[in-house]
Nanobody
């Protein structure tokens, strides 16, 4: 599976962005997709994830009630809607895929897209 992340940019605090993760290759519905982020000098951290059918999601506490994940299996795409953005959300955002179960551990993921930068100004 090849993953392509897009949609990053510069936004003011309180604003919104929508990231997309589009897959090609192996059957998309075989793959759990999660988003991770990494800020300079920090470890990569789990943001949220969605299972293969889209019926189960998991969120980091830091983004609950602000970020939403969804997937359109017909378009081989997972969306990350980010609202009420804060400067601390500034990071490179990565989408990742695994054929197993939804996990918050980066090491569990087999497929990674390139990062897309999100910068939130105060």
């Amino acid at each position: 599976v090849q993953l392509q992340a897009s949609g990053g940019g510069l936004v003011q605090a309180g604003g919104s962005l929508r990231l997309s993760c589009t897959a090609s290759g192996r059957t998309f519905t075989d793959v759990v997709i999660s988003w991770f982020r990494q800020a300079p000098g920090k470890e990569r951290e789990f943001v949220l994830g969605i299972n293969k059918s889209g019926g189960i999601t998991s969120y980091a506490d830091s983004v609950k009630d602000r970020f939403t994940v969804s997937r359109d299996n017909a378009k081989n795409t997972v969306y990350l809607q980010m609202n009420s953005l804060k400067p601390e959300d500034t990071a490179a955002y990565y989408c990742a895929g695994v054929r197993g179960y939804l996990s918050k551990q980066a090491g569990a993921y087999e497929y990674w897209g390139q990062g897309t930068q999100v910068t939130v100004s105060s």
